[in-house]
Structure formats: structure tokens, C-alpha cells
């Protein structure tokens, strides 16, 4: 079976933008009242425990992305039975991480006063409140999570997001109420559990319903669960690294520079990480097409994509950085809170260099996970995650800054993954060109320099304050100032014909 990508992709694109506004619209409201009912500490609260559980979720080992790729194979070849063994499989892998996680958890609980520098809020019992968190995510792995892999192997994440939508627009909409009628914290918070079983429900129901041939039965070959095996120690690795690099610069904030640092950071992360979700929404419609892609086409036409593809993504992602260099500060001080929540503007620029070095180079990581290349570069994380954690502690005790949290991190990412990940995939899908990737990523990042400054420089002339009408005034402008050097720079480029002829098959495919 050759899926329908194009189609697929726009639609999980499409369903992916929607999902996205919610969750980036939802838990703005619900973090801006947390904040103005009850404190920035609390704030700082939500943020630390979402981290320490995002830690516990190590546990999954990568069981669900190995589980995926195998399955692109079996739906090629129109392999039922293959699939329902890998689905019976999936589901017996989840309910153990779903105790493990319950039973981590409860490891963690005596520990927990020692992640929070300073006093917590008088009416909080840490125990209790990380319990509520870590009921909701045990249950999310325990109640038919392993149904999600069905509609990621077939290229039709948009379901999920479906029902993902409803799910949080009702979740949100309580929250809000909760915290408006009565403001207390553990009202707000035990509705995180309760979302998690209809929401599930759901994806179950509808999976029988699509594809209802696929039942879990069967077992998997022992070759099979060899290789599996395999792709999970070394996708643990990966997990591992990345969870080290990203979610514990929230726990050392908290553990060495308090919950109101905490929650100050976390207004700033927060906006990082919905920018984040809002372009990685390509990614994510994209990766099933690719790796069905990578199966059914020729190595050049792969190489072609890769490319273009590349291409688009880095403009995106340096016109998403002029945006939040240029817009960060009217926006909390003008628009969100006010002046009292905001960072030197010397560290809001550490932390969209930060944002850059994170996500510039994630093309080359859909690639190389669609090509499930996983092992051929187990050892990075590992070092990175050393690195990482060694620097951010000293760092962090020397300066008694989020600097110093945040420098080993891009360090990590700019001169650890970056090169890393590119030999894997110029070595073992490519075959050549490592040095050429490397000139035109290089080439990418100075145009998109370029657009920042300018962008930045203008937006200072134009509208120097943090006021929402600055805000106003510097959208616009800062699209127009990066689109404009993108396009001096670029439009006589293969890449460039070759992205704006793909965008235009599209949009007449739509019409």
C-alpha cells in the first residue's frame, strides 16, 4: 500500500494547526489566571512537575517510535497480520510503562522538597498535588494509548488531534472556571485526570471503527522483537539525551534559583515551546510520508526533498526567531502581565538563540527517524546528557543565573547533535554531500542573523516600547523585513524554485 501522502500531510497539517491554536490559546488563559488568582509561584509549580514527569516518560523507551517504523513496512505490504501482532505487542508494552511510571513516581515523592528552592506556597502539600499529576500520567499509558500507533503508522495523526481538540477545549474551558469561581489550586488541578479517560475512550472507539481488522492477536516473531528491542535501546539513549537537554533546565531552575524564577522563566519557555509546536506541525504531519517515501522512491528524488525541505524549514525558523526576538517583551510586558515579569533582554536573546540551536536542525532528525537510523548514533546523548547536566549545575552555582542553565544546553546542541546527526544520515541515506549540507546550513543561519538584526533594529526605531500597540506595529513589520532578506538571498536558488513550485501544487490540488 503507497499512502496518499500529499493528502495526508495536508490534512494532518491542517487538523495539527487547529489542535495547536487551542493548546496554545487554552493554557495561556489558564497560566495568565493561575498567575493573577493565585501567584507566580504556582506558575513555577506547574512547570517543575510537568518536567519530573516528562522524566518518568523516559520509561517509554522509545517503544512507541520502533513500534511505527516497523509497522510502515507491514502496511506496504498489506500485512494484517503483522500489524495486529505489533498492535498486541504495543498494548503489552504500555501497560508496564503505565505501572512503572506509577511506580517511579512514588520513588520520587520523598524527594520532591529538595527540587524546590525556598518555601512552596502555604497551602500546597507537594505530595498530594504530584500525586494528582502522576495519576493523570500513568492513566494515559494504562487506558488504550497503544491505539494511537495505528493512525501514526497510517499518516492519519489528524483523528487524534480530533478528538485531542475537543478533549482540551473542555478541559481549558473548566479550568478557567474553576479558577475564576473559586481559586484554588487542587480544583484546578484534578481536572487533568478526570480528561484523560474520555479522551482515550475516544481514540479507542474510533480506531475500531476505521480499521476494524486490526485487533491485538497474534505475536511477533522473534526476529521481529529482536530488532525492536534493538531500536529501543538505542531510541531510550535519544530520549534520554533529550529529555536531559530540555526538561531538566526546569528542575535545576527550580532546585537552585526558586519557583518565582521558575515561573518567570516559564512564561518565556512557554511561548518558546508553542512556537515550537506551531512549525513542528509540518514535521509531524510529514514524518509517516516520509518514511513511506523513503521506502517506495529512488535515493535522488529523496535527496531533492530533503533539501527543499530543508530549506523551508530554516526560513521558518529564523523568521520564528526575528518574531519572538522582536515580539517577547511587548507582548508579556504590553499585553500578558507587565514589566514586573520581564527577563534582560540579554537573556531573551540567549534563549531564542537557545530556541535556534534546538530546532534548526530538526529536518535532519525527521529524516533520520523516518529512516529509523536510530543506532547509528547511540552514543550522543549519552555525552550530551553529561555535558549537559555537569555544565548547567556548576554553571548555574556560578553565575546564580538561567544563563547558566541554558549555555551548556546550546552548546550541546550546536556542537554535539547538529554535526552528529547529519553524518548519520549523509553517511547511511544519502551516501555524500555532508560537506555541502554543512555550507548551506551554515549559509541559512547568517541570512537568518541578518533577518533578526534587521528586523530588531527596525522594530527599535519604529516602536521602541514594550506596549501593545508596539506590538501591533512590529508584526507586520518583522514579517515584511525577513521575508524580504530571505528572499534576496534565496530566490535565484534551486531549493527556492523547487519549494514554491511544491507550495503551488498544493494549493491547486486544494482548489
Known amino acids: 500500500m503507497k499512502l496518499a501522502r500529499t493528502k495526508n500531510t495536508l490534512r494532518n497539517t491542517l487538523w495539527g494547526v487547529i489542535y495547536r491554536t487551542v493548546t496554545l490559546i487554552g493554557p495561556f488563559a489558564v497560566k495568565t489566571l493561575i498567575v493573577k488568582r493565585l501567584g507566580i509561584e504556582y506558575s513555577g509549580l506547574s512547570s517543575l512537575f510537568t518536567s519530573i514527569l516528562t522524566v518518568l516518560n523516559l520509561t517509554n523507551l522509545g517503544f512507541s517510535s520502533s513500534i511505527v517504523f516497523t509497522m510502515y513496512r507491514a502496511i506496504v505490504d498489506d500485512d494484517i497480520d503483522a500489524q495486529c501482532a505489533m498492535l498486541r505487542f504495543y498494548r503489552h508494552v504500555y501497560r508496564i510503562v503505565g505501572f512503572v511510571i506509577l511506580g517511579l513516581g512514588l520513588v520520587i515523592m520523598p524527594f520532591l522538597p529538595h527540587l524546590v528552592n525556598g518555601e512552596c506556597p502555604a497551602d ?88 476494524p481488522e486490526l485487533t491485538c492477536r497474534g505475536s511477533l516473531d522473534a526476529e521481529t522483537k529482536k530488532d525492536i528491542y534493538k531500536r529501543v535501546g538505542t531510541l531510550f539513549g535519544h530520549k534520554l539525551g533529550n529529555t536531559a537537554l530540555v526538561s531538566t533546565d526546569s528542575i535545576i531552575i527550580s532546585a537552585f534559583l526558586g519557583l518565582t524564577a521558575m515561573g518567570i522563566y516559564g512564561n518565556y519557555y512557554y511561548i518558546l515551546t508553542a512556537v515550537n509546536a506551531l512549525v513542528e506541525i509540518v514535521t509531524n504531519g510529514a514524518l509517516s510520508g516520509i518514511g513511506n517515501k523513503l521506502v517506495t522512491d529512488s535515493k535522488d528524488d529523496n535527496y531533492s526533498l530533503f533539501r527543499t525541505l530543508s530549506y523551508g524549514w530554516m526560513l521558518l525558523i529564523g523568521i520564528a526567531a526575528a518574531c519572538m526576538l522582536c515580539l517577547y517583551q511587548p507582548f508579556i510586558a504590553g499585553i500578558w502581565y507587565d514589566k514586573n515579569y520581564l527577563l534582560d533582554i540579554r537573556l531573551v536573546v540567549l534563549i531564542i538563540i537557545y530556541f535556534y540551536s534546538w530546532m534548526f536542525r530538526i529536518m535532519q532528525l525527521t529524516y533520520r527517524d523516518a529512516a529509523g537510523l536510530w543506532t547509528r548514533d547511540w552514543l550522543k546523548p549519552y555525552i550530551a546528557m553529561a555535558v549537559n547536566i555537569v555544565g548547567s549545575i556548576w554553571m548555574v552555582k556560578m553565575t546564580s543565573s538561567i544563563a547558566g542553565v541554558l549555555l551548556p544546553t546550546i552548546f550541546c546542541f550546536l556542537v554535539i547533535y547538529f554535526p552528529w546527526e547529519a553524518w548519520v544520515i549523509f553517511k547511511y541515506l544519502f551516501n555524500g554531500g555532508l560537506k555541502n549540507y554543512f555550507a548551506m546550513t551554515v549559509f541559512y543561519t547568517l541570512i537568518s542573523l541578518l533577518a533578526c538584526a534587521a528586523a530588531y533594529a527596525a522594530c527599535v526605531f519604529f516602536a521602541p516600547y514594550d506596549t501593545a500597540a508596539s506590538f501591533l506595529i512590529r508584526l507586520p513589520l518583522t514579517l515584511i523585513v525577513c521575508c524580504a532578506i530571505w528572499w534576496c538571498f534565496t530566490h535565484r536558488s534551486k531549493e527556492y524554485e523547487r519549494l514554491k513550485g511544491m507550495l503551488r501544487r498544493i494549493v491547486r490540488r486544494q482548489i
Request: charged share 10%; glycine share 0%; net charge positive.
Open 124 to 211: 500546597i502539600n507537594l505530595y498530594m498535588l504530584f500525586a494528582i499529576y502522576l495519576v493523570e500520567t500513568s492513566f494515559d499509558y494504562l487506558m488504550f494509548a497503544y491505539v494511537t500507533a495505528i493512525f501514526s503508522a497510517y499518516q492519519r495523526n489528524d483523528t487524534t488531534l480530533k478528538i485531542s481538540t475537543v478533549r482540551y477545549i473542555i478541559q481549558y474551558a473548566a479550568q478557567a472556571i474553576v479558577l475564576i469561581v473559586f481559586p484554588n489550586y487542587y480544583a484546578y488541578i484534578i481536572i487533568l485526570p478526570l480528561m484523560v479517560i474520555p479522551n482515550n475512550i475516544a481514540n479507542y472507539l474510533t480506531a475500531r471503527k476505521e480499521y
